[in-house]
């Protein structure tokens, strides 16, 4: 009896460490495998679950505001599908009378609780559900700097949000007292950050320590607190995840090679950003490490 518990006891500590896995790099996949869902129309909106408010200048130069899947939108991380970036292709199938653009961009402003994955609801008026296909990419925020937007705080509680990111927000921890430490803060699912074990009441300039889904680790400083209201931060901004989507093969990124790359201008780059598959993340590794481990394990109680 002893060596069956053991042996589903096992199985459940990887199963458990697999889905763990699974969802921490849903963010991640967004930018690294192309996605494909349907595309339909829930009406313009200024607002959205995101709490994207204001809207960032640059966001009128892509096609749409769109609301993301549920899972996709929670991405392991509550709202951490929030103000990523789309790319994407009209497939050409569909039903409907209003099919989207053949090739649109898009900010995530809001979330679509009843789509599947894959899926994105057009914030415009529209008809009908098309056969799409996507992939994240960095915004497109050119020289501007992140910023921070606060919602219904005082010096004793911090509600803070990221805002106007190239790459998507993994995690946040501030230091709301001066010569304190580094708290991780709670994300909410309206894209905001809350923190209920830091110290309070919070001193400004108050620093901060941003990581994007890449990785990325960028230390700010929020200058002031307001109550409600966007403040600015020191002058950073995440240098981005990258890869380019696979629908854009030739948006600019070669004209200087003209003198004799000829393979590379424009033939064909649209067939390598797919095939190549990412490198394993770390979490894979551990998982198959594990696994072989634990096989081993399991053999040494079976023949005891």
Known sequence: MTKIVAFFGILLF?????????????????????????????????????????RPSWASSLTYLVALNQNQYVSNYFSGGC??????????????ADPPEETFTALVVDRCPECAVGDIDIAASGDGRWDIEWRAIDCPVGSQNINYLFEGSNTFYMKLGVRNHRVAVDSMEVRTQNGGSYVKATRTTDNFFECFNCDYPMDFPMPVRITSVTGEVIDDVVERLVADGQVNGEGRQFSGFGGSPPSTPSPGPSPSPSPSPSPSPSPSPSPSPSPSPPPASSCSVLVLSLAISIAGLIFSILVQ
């Open 14 to 54: 990887v199963a458990l460490i697999s889905a763990g896995c699974h969802a921490q790099s849903n963010a991640e996949s967004m930018y690294e495998n192309d996605q494909t869902g349907d595309a339909t129309y829930y009406g313009h909106t200024d607002g959205g679950n995101c709490a994207i408010t204001p």
């Open 83 to 96: 103000g990523v970036c789309l790319e994407g292709r009209y497939l050409g199938t569909g039903a409907g």
